[in-house]
């Protein structure tokens, strides 16, 4: 069952085309993603979707209901995280949560969701005394204070350290096993590989690639990448003669790169090189195809550059 | 509707956080309407006249001197100091300790009796304020003790040649001449009659003037400053999340300005008890004529509030107007003097602000002792006032950008 649909969606600002004609849906229970660089369109459409803007044409629906006509009621019904949310600094944490639970109709207990993202003792502390790290976490549980079915995050964990992101991650992972459906934003490849069931790739406004994104990276012809550290010297013509190997780098202290179309027979090869020559292989990672190569291959450009 | 509610009382929330708010919107207008207070003599007990310390050197010492230090004394803005010599004086009066000093020269007296010319010296320093006045004065003596000697010489002349004799006693004539014209001097035959008509005019009640100028003038700076709060939510992002939220945009909208509404007539309602309670202000006869007037001036400071919200798009630039529209309105206003006390051209030209019209109403409640009815005009016009801008306002106010 689809909880978001959006036809054919257009807008413009002056001469720019900010969004090109974009049609897709979002299923219930899904994590949704919107891949793409700065500019995208990414921005826009959510907001389209989320009722704030306006679209210059096209039709969209979100839990059944109008996105204009019924904003009141889907707002009821969504949480959503802007990607600038700046708080009131003179409140303090129970307050500002209190604050936004009494725009609601059916409000969770703000000591609940500071209890979920290991806020409890901040309670009482004001907003200018958080670090980034937990701002962006009130932030993130703002979003859920009115126990929303369908959850909207621009750029979540934009400018947040590893631990940060790791937790929003988690919670988010969380909210999806809750049975919220999920629709996200990000720029970030990781986030979207990790989180996401679906992935829509965006690029100057427009969707120019959808599926999982397994699925989106098994259907590019990218070579796999082989590392490896070895100790002793090693011929580099003997790794040249490995069956499918096109190409091998030396960094000239004994750690190798191989890149092959296949990486299983490079590596039967590869362990049995290692046992004739009496070499140890040490370090050995296979590295395939990420959303960046899907995103290269599609544009030519990468998504951060 | 209860949406909207909640919008204001959570502004008023975030707003009683806002410490620097608070100062603004209390104790900057209770200090700066105490401090009004003290300066203009709200406190009661009027302005006491002033009075001139002068120093008179008598180097004469006769009666005639004396006859000009009585007339001095007489002068009720003078205290005759008579212990100093000239040297002293002068150096009083040139190092800025006295306003002038007056020396009455040796052989005055004798002069005087004789016909002959003579001056008191007058020394004040040049451009001194009280310079004209002290001169003023000391011309009245002159100009008495000329009449005395015309007058005497003038009569002598007519007995001589009346009689015919040329060896008349000129200074014994003179001398019981003058000494009779001194006396008259005391007990003037001709008097100027002061009569007065009308009422006893009442004493000018400063504070009735400062206390509702000032708050007329903080709650514009409080309300417009709220007001100004919202183009600071919108840099700031909070005022989009609130529009995400199951908020009505007019009840969004609504809210703040009933917020920034109520603070506008909290404030002034508090400055009018601190005035009552500090300055035993005089509030006049109709309590209802104040309540409406402080209503209609906080609805038209609110509406001017989105209009400029609505057509000045940033924080920075809102601050430095705002500042400029409240001093220049209050300045021509009314709101720091009686607008009744100044030219009429600026009184015309004060027409095109609110708060000539808010401070035209109070005047007439609190310094004129006038009714609901003398006021009804400025309450109208205010709340027109209120409606075009509030009009205007909502038809440019973007609720969110692009």
Not at chain 1, 29 to 36: A, C, K, Q, S, W
Not at chain 2, 6 to 28: F, G, S, Y
């Amino acid at each position: 069952m689809s909880v978001i649909t959006v036809e054919n969606l257009h807008k413009r600002y002056g001469d720019v085309k900010a969004v090109d004609g974009i049609s897709f849906e979002v299923h219930e229970g899904e994590i949704f993603g919107f891949l793409g660089p700065n500019g995208a369109g990414k921005t826009t459409t959510i907001e389209i979707i989320e009722g704030y803007r306006v679209p210059d044409a096209g039709q969209v629906t979100v839990l059944g209901l109008d996105a204009r006509q019924d904003r009141y009621e889907i707002a009821e019904r969504i949480g959503i995280m802007l990607q600038e949310t700046s708080l009131y600094p003179d409140l303090k944490v129970g307050e500002l949560l209190r604050l936004f639970a009494s725009y609601y109709r059916g409000p969770i207990d703000p000591d609940t969701l500071l209890e979920m993202i290991g806020l409890e003792e901040k309670k009482g502390a004001f907003i200018r005394e958080l670090s980034g790290g937990q701002r962006q976490r009130v932030v993130f549980i703002l979003t859920l204070i009115n126990d929303p079915e369908l959850l909207f995050l621009d750029e979540p964990t934009a400018g947040l350290d590893p631990q940060s992101r790791r937790a929003i991650w988690d919670w988010i992972h969380l909210a999806r096993e809750k049975g919220k459906t999920v629709f996200l934003t990000t720029h970030y490849i990781e986030e979207a590989e990790d989180l996401c069931n679906r992935v829509a790739i965006l690029d100057h406004g427009k969707i120019i690639a959808l599926d999982t994104p397994k699925r989106l990276m098994a259907g590019l012809a990218v070579e796999q990448k082989i590392e490896f550290v070895i100790q002793g010297a090693l011929d580099m013509a003997r790794l040249e003669a490995l069956p499918t190997v096109t190409k091998v780098l030396d960094d000239g202290q004994g750690e190798f790169t191989l890149y092959a179309p296949e990486a299983q027979p490079v590596l039967k090869s590869l362990i049995a090189l290692a046992e004739t020559q009496g070499f140890t292989l040490r370090g050995l990672t296979v590295e395939g195809a990420t959303l960046e190569d899907v995103f290269i291959q599609l544009t030519g450009r990468r998504i951060r550059a | 509707m209860k949406k909207l509610l909640h919008i204001a009382l959570n502004e008023l929330l975030l707003l009683r956080k806002d410490k620097m708010a608070v100062m603004w919107m209390i104790v900057l207008p209770l200090g700066m309407t105490f401090i009004g207070g003290l300066v203009f003599g709200a406190f009661g007990g009027g302005s006491e006249a002033v009075v001139i310390d002068l120093p008179v050197v008598d180097q004469d010492g006769g009666e005639m001197a004396a006859v000009v230090l009585d007339i001095l004394s007489q002068t009720g803005n003078l205290n005759l100091e008579t212990t100093y010599d000239e040297e002293t004086a002068r150096g009083l009066v040139a190092d800025g300790k006295r306003a002038g000093t007056v020396v009455i020269p040796s052989g005055f007296g004798a002069a005087m009796i004789s016909g002959q010319a003579t001056a008191l010296e007058l020394i004040v320093t040049p451009g001194g304020q009280t310079a004209p006045l002290l001169e003023g004065m000391v011309r009245g003596v002159t100009s008495a003790f000329s009449n005395v000697q015309t007058t005497v010489e003038v009569a002598f002349r007519e007995v001589q040649r009346a009689t015919g004799s040329t060896d008349l006693d000129y200074d014994g004539i003179a001398g019981r001449a003058v000494a009779t014209a001194l006396e008259r001097l005391h007990d003037p035959p001709v008097r100027a009659q002061v009569t007065t008509v009308g009422s006893e005019e009442e004493e000018f009640d400063v504070s009735g003037q400062i206390v509702p100028g000032y708050a007329v003038m903080f709650a514009m700076f409080s309300i417009l400053s709220a007001a100004g709060g919202i183009l600071e939510e919108k840099e700031r992002g909070t005022f989009k999340r609130l529009f995400i939220s199951p908020i009505p945009k007019w009840s969004l909208l609504g809210g703040k300005l009933v917020a920034q509404f109520l603070v506008g007539v909290g404030q002034i309602g508090l400055m009018f008890v601190f005035g009552a309670l500090v300055f035993d202000m005089d509030v006049g006869h109709s309590p209802l004529g104040l309540l409406l007037i402080t209503l209609a001036t906080c609805w038209a400071t609110t509406s001017l509030g989105i209009l400029l919200v609505a057509v000045i798009r940033s924080r920075k630039q809102i601050h430095p107007i705002t500042t400029l529209i409240i001093l220049g309105s209050s300045a021509i206003g009314g709101a720091w003097f009686p607008l009744f006390l100044m030219p009429k051209a600026v009184q015309q030209v004060a027409r095109i602000t609110l708060v000539a019209w808010a401070m035209e109403g109070y005047n007439r409640l609190m310094i004129l002792g006038g009714s609901l009815a003398d006021v009804w005009a400025n309450i109208g016009v205010l709340i027109l006032y209120g409606l075009i801008c509030f009009a205007i306002g909502l038809k440019l106010f973007r609720f969110k950008e692009a």
